[in-house]
């Protein structure tokens, strides 16, 4: 049988309906997934624990199913698994020779946040301060489980100790002990206010540091920061996953950023001096006369730090030519156009037009 109802709800084969119906309600109310949304174990746990109900808490059904486990309980060879090795068939006959008894502490789950920044703060690092609800250490028990004077945690006596419950049969598996959820070990005197648990849910605040230069993506684990472990186990990690905002401006492209600046023909012609935004702040950059379009100009150390030292930033000078739609422009661009035409204007131009001209004679 693959799943021992029994030792899913935690209880003894002998037990009554009302001692079934009992822990039913009870686990039912710890692992139901309006209390752990994200938890994908309390959402098969929630599962097992309805399915084992259906079964062991209908009489008729009951019936059957310990009929059922009392003829499988002798050597069957046909219940093997396929694959299953020498090792695993012991396990199975004699699992309390290969199964000793659970030390009841139990790692605290990790927590998962993501740390959104911009991309001067990605450059600087340092130390950002974040507040978010996450369980925490209980104040009542300070995370024991325990109420504060009372009895210490006791072996729970469903597996006794082991954490998990073997089914009728020679080759029957292993269970989850229901009881004491895996853990081998039962609040004797639970805490009023965390029933047990030893973790609350609260809003908890962190201090995370980030390298300079730090990319979107990468993770920062604060260790021991996560959720409490039971029974004095150990707290798991916070990792913080960086997400760093695209800057309306700025490209990053390794340790260089880059940045595209719109010039108009009489800039480009005539050279001018404009303000250009970094992650330090804007600088003026000279704009050479007779620039091309396409022409990249290179702001040093403005970049992203490395380790050989801090990139730069490239300025790509992109010449926009104006819309004829305004009378007045379209006027203005005619004149240029007719100043223009005299070969020491633009004498590139006047040298192919004459070439092309020179080419189409017979």
């Not at 119906?21 to 309805?50: C, G, M, S, V, W």
């Not at 030390?103 to 946040?113: A, W």
């Not at 009378?327 to 223009?340: D, G, H, I, M, Q």
Request: with cysteine.
């Amino acid at each position: 049988m693959a799943i021992d109802h029994y030792a899913v709800l935690g209880v003894e084969r002998g037990a009554d309906s009302e001692a079934i119906k009992k822990a039913y309600r009870r686990l039912t109310l710890q692992f139901h997934p309006d209390r752990h949304p994200d938890d994908t174990h309390a959402h098969e746990r929630f599962r097992q624990i309805n399915q084992a109900y259906d079964v062991l808490g209908d009489p008729r059904k009951r019936t059957r199913y310990d009929t059922q486990s009392r003829l499988s309980s002798g050597l069957d060879l046909a219940g093997v698994q396929p694959g299953q090795s020498p090792r695993d068939l012991l396990q199975n006959v004699f699992g309390d020779v290969f199964r000793s008894r659970r030390r009841g502490r139990r790692k605290g789950r990790d927590l998962r946040y993501t740390l959104t920044i911009s991309l001067q703060e990605a450059v600087r690092g340092g130390p950002h301060e974040i507040t978010f609800d996450a369980l925490g250490p209980c104040e009542t028990c300070s995370g024991s489980g325990t109420r504060p004077g009372g009895a210490p945690p006791a072996t729970c006596q469903v597996c006794g100790g082991k954490g998990e419950v073997k089914g009728d049969g020679l080759f029957a598996p292993w269970t989850r002990c229901g009881r004491c959820d895996g853990a081998g070990m039962l609040q004797a005197d639970a805490c009023k206010t965390c029933r047990g648990a030893g973790k609350s849910r609260a809003s908890r605040a962190f201090t995370v540091t980030l390298p300079a230069g730090v990319e979107s993506g990468a993770q920062k684990i604060l260790e021991g920061q996560g959720e409490p472990g039971r029974f004095e186990g150990a707290a798991g990690d916070l990792k913080v996953t960086v997400h760093v905002r695209p800057d309306p401006f700025l490209e990053r492209r390794g340790a260089e950023l880059r940045c595209e600046l719109f010039v108009s023909l009489t800039e480009a012609a005539l050279g001018t001096r404009v303000e250009v935004p970094t992650v330090d702040g804007a600088v003026e950059l000279d704009i050479p006369a007779g620039i091309r379009s396409g022409t990249k100009l290179r702001l040093r150390g403005k970049g992203i730090p490395a380790k050989q030292g801090r990139g730069d930033q490239l300025v790509l000078v992109t010449v926009e030519t104006p819309a004829a739609s305004d009378p007045n422009v379209a006027t203005a661009l005619r004149e240029l156009e007719e100043r223009s035409a005299l070969a020491s204007a633009l004498p590139k131009r006047s040298e192919q037009r004459a070439a092309f001209a020179e080419r189409k004679k017979p």
